[in-house]
């Protein structure tokens, strides 16, 4: 069992490890999730959100090195998706969780965005192929990439910053439909879950 697991260790190239640094932010920012819940430390929501731009710094990079090394590989690109849903996805609704987004609304809402985060990834790991040109590259992306989620942690940052943080005290309050309470900021997860989804937005990719 050992030597397997060492020998899986020898099949990662260069990138897969610039993806599993990508996957240790993501991690790590739900952890300092949970440590804000427990502890109530606002610099630990903010190192937290910290992780979000650096695992997206990561991101671009496991693919540049990819192409310098001219190595591309289905683990790659699997191991790129696993890491991206954890760093983009989950990471981003537990952040907005901890922020104060715990109406059940809000909860329906952040799972609407990593579900539609699992779906953009899913169907762009199905398509790439059809959507390669002859140089055998995507050319563009269906629905917005996952890693612009980083721009929701920044509003999220922003409302740490200012002290704008918990069930009462988000920006725009919130609002009671039927049983559940409804913060309108989770509206924002929805509108970037629909976008990555959308297959009429092309977007080019670099």
């Known amino acids: 069992m050992k030597q397997r697991h060492f020998s899986m260790l020898r099949d990662f190239q260069l990138a897969d490890w610039f993806t599993l640094a990508n996957a240790f932010c993501g991690t ?57 849903v954890i760093s983009f996805g989950v990471a981003p609704a537990a952040l907005g969780y901890a922020c104060g987004l715990q109406g059940g609304w809000d909860w329906v809402l952040l799972s609407y965005f990593v579900g539609c985060g699992v779906s953009r990834l899913a169907r762009y790991n199905v398509t790439a192929e059809s959507l390669s040109g002859d140089e055998g590259k995507v050319k563009y992306f269906e629905g917005t990439p996952i890693p612009t989620s980083v721009l929701i942690v920044g509003v999220l940052a922003l409302a740490a910053l200012q002290g704008r943080l918990g069930v009462t005290d988000l920006w725009w309050g919130a609002v009671r439909i039927g049983p559940w309470l409804l913060h309108p900021l989770a509206l924002v997860y929805a509108l970037s879950g629909s976008l990555m989804i959308s297959k009429t937005l092309h977007i080019p990719k670099p």
């Open 28 to 84: 790590g920012a739900v952890f300092a999730a949970m440590r804000f819940l427990l502890e109530g430390k606002v610099a630990d929501l903010l190192w937290g959100m910290a992780l979000i731009p650096a695992a997206f710094v990561f991101d671009a990079l496991d693919g540049r090195v990819a192409r310098w090394r001219k190595v591309a590989s289905t683990l790659g690109r699997e191991l790129d998706s696993l890491a991206d």
